[in-house]
């Protein structure tokens, strides 16, 4: 009887296993951090239970060999023998099955776009960002003058930082047409079509030093520019920045990181 009732708590368990292993894989990407760490502390749990409830309750007794054992005798040790391979046998392929349905069930999962960007902005609600050589293909106002294309490879990762943050878009124009061809171009996009951003949050300037001023008055939690002595003078006021160039600066503050895409340092590559 308590063979059978243990029989059935294992498959108990390795159902349940099964069923968690689909269940969780499914609504993963929907769980925050606390109810994915009880998830698994409730796996933990049960494969302890389990664990325990396999271990034999007390030692085996050794039983001692008669000497000048009957035939008959030496067929039913024979036969015992053979049923404890057989159950050796079974007991192995059960360990087995079960260690299949936990490696199973702690695969690593995948975080999803949404989860990366909200890990790696530190929880950061409010973010500035220039244009030239991070949102836009163009890296000089003067190019702005002919034209503004927004980098298709930085949409994806760009979107998702509108939904999670109040995001602030700048940069120094020679002119009011180079205003409308970037607003254009971002409206084009569809970056003005979800999330948070609005025209209204596309700030432009004539100079540097009225970037400068723009991140300052606003406040962000973090910076993602460009320029290496803007990053560099920002430091001692914004919490984080991002420095997005192809090549490491030669000066850098603690708080400044260094990336050479916005889309890279998110791991959208």
Known sequence: MGDYSKD????LIKRFGAFLTVKISNLFHTLDSRSVGAIAGLAVAIVFTWRVWRSPSEPQRRIPKRQGATPSSSGV???SSANVETSGVTSSSEDSNAQNVIDDFFQPVKPT???VVRQRLSEGRKVTCRLLGVI????SPEELQQQATVRSS????LLE???FCDLYLMERVLDDESEKKVLLALENAG?????SLVKDKVLFCSTEIGRTSFVRQLEPDWHIDTNPEITFQLARFIKYQLHVSPTKPERTAINVFNSTTLEQFF???
């Open 8 to 11: 059935d708590f294992l498959q």
């Open 77 to 79: 040790s024979t036969h």
């Open 113 to 115: 776009l949404a989860q």
């Open 136 to 139: 836009l293909e163009e890296t």
């Open 154 to 157: 930085v949409l994806e990762v």
């Open 161 to 163: 930082i509108t939904k």
């Open 191 to 195: 970056v003005f079509t979800s999330g």
């Open 267 to 269: 791991g959208n590559v």
